[in-house]
């Protein structure tokens, strides 16, 4: 064997006791206050982490895995490994792995589609760090990706249908990804102000919120013949940082309260930055801003994760064949109110 894939991911404890050690290997190595450590503990043992292992992994754990394996099976000959920055199984274990296996060549995908210094740039910086000799092809970005623009389309429109059914007349919706310190998208010395030691200074701003904007812009207009106008639709970047200075908004806090005075009486929410379930869709979604929501007076609906969307898988095949993305098929209207 040659040829691998390898995807990389987040990485996400197995149990509640490995919390503070994955914390700091998200952070670089700075510890978090205990009140921090406590309170993550507690969000994700309300998604199902337990104190000993469950019968499966954890649902990033799991869906990525599961993503793997469906495109294994559709590129018929090709490995798929699968790596994680920030738990096991590490980047470095498994291009060692990959090493022994007699691979030469990777062509390695970011399951974050957006590309982000935070997030696609570390990945690659620890994949290029463990893969000396290999010869290493990098997908930085495919916010754009027809078919994965699709795959969510094809998990928005159903909830979004409904919801606008039930209400009597079209629902928002309200596009969300992952917060970044405003340091990381800045240039100059405002892009290591407060960053750990040995980042770089940056003379380009980071691609990281225009590419996240657009992705939502897309997935908005496969669904405009279905009835989802250009005013119909909001963005926001969630699940902000506790620590490390301002974090990019505006947040989805602040824009659910406009929304409730605007006169609206529900939202769907749909998270562009994501492409499976995890901590901050199962628990800050489904759990906080949908708590947030209702007390607003707002009923708070989320589109399903990809997760194993056949159409995902379709997308991954094209982006580790170094193919010309297809075009996406077309979305059939929506009846609403």
């Not at 199984?89 to 399951?111: F, H, N």
């Not at 529900?266 to 801003?289: K, N």
Request: aromatic share 6%.
């Amino acid at each position: 064997m040659s040829h691998a894939v390898l995807l990389l991911a987040h990485g996400t404890p197995n149990v509640r006791g490995e919390m503070a050690e994955y914390l700091s290997k998200v952070t670089g190595g700075r510890a978090l206050p205990d009140e921090v450590v406590e309170e993550l503990k507690h969000r994700y043992a309300q998604i199902g982490l337990r104190e000993t292992p469950g019968q499966e992994p954890p649902p990033l754990t799991k869906w990525t895995l599961a993503q793997g394996h469906a495109l294994e099976q559709a590129l018929g000959g090709t490995c798929v490994y699968i790596a994680m920055r920030n738990w096991s199984p590490y980047i470095a274990d498994v291009v060692e792995q990959m090493r022994s296996d007699g691979v030469t060549k990777i062509r390695a995908v970011c399951l974050a589609p957006q590309n982000s210094r935070t997030s696609v740039g570390l990945y690659r910086r620890a994949l290029m760090a463990a893969a000396t000799g290999i010869d290493v092809e990098f997908v930085a970005e495919w916010a754009e990706n027809p078919l994965l623009v699709q795959a969510f389309a094809e998990r928005l429109q159903p909830v979004w249908s409904n919801a606008s059914a039930e209400l009597g007349k079209p629902v928002p919706v309200l596009f969300t990804a992952h917060s970044v310190p405003c340091r990381t998208i800045m240039t100059g010395e405002a892009s290591i102000a407060g960053a750990r030691p040995g980042t770089p200074m940056q003379d380009s701003p980071d691609p990281y919120p225009v590419e996240a904007k657009r992705t939502a812009s897309l997935v908005a207009e496969r669904l405009r013949t279905a009835g989802l106008t250009e005013r119909g639709w909001y963005f926001a970047f969630q699940s902000q940082g506790v620590s490390g200075g301002p974090w990019i908004g505006p947040t989805v806090e602040d824009t659910l309260k406009s929304l409730k005075e605007e006169g609206h009486k529900g939202v769907v929410m749909q998270p562009i930055g994501f492409v499976c379930d995890h901590v901050e869709v199962l628990y800050d979604i489904d759990i906080a801003f949908k708590e947030l929501a209702a007390g607003l007076g707002l009923k708070l609906w989320r589109a399903e994760s990809l997760n194993d969307s056949p159409t995902l898988t379709k997308a991954l095949v094209g982006i580790a064949k170094s193919e010309e993305p297809v075009e996406a098929t077309s979305l059939s209207p929506a009846k609403v109110g």
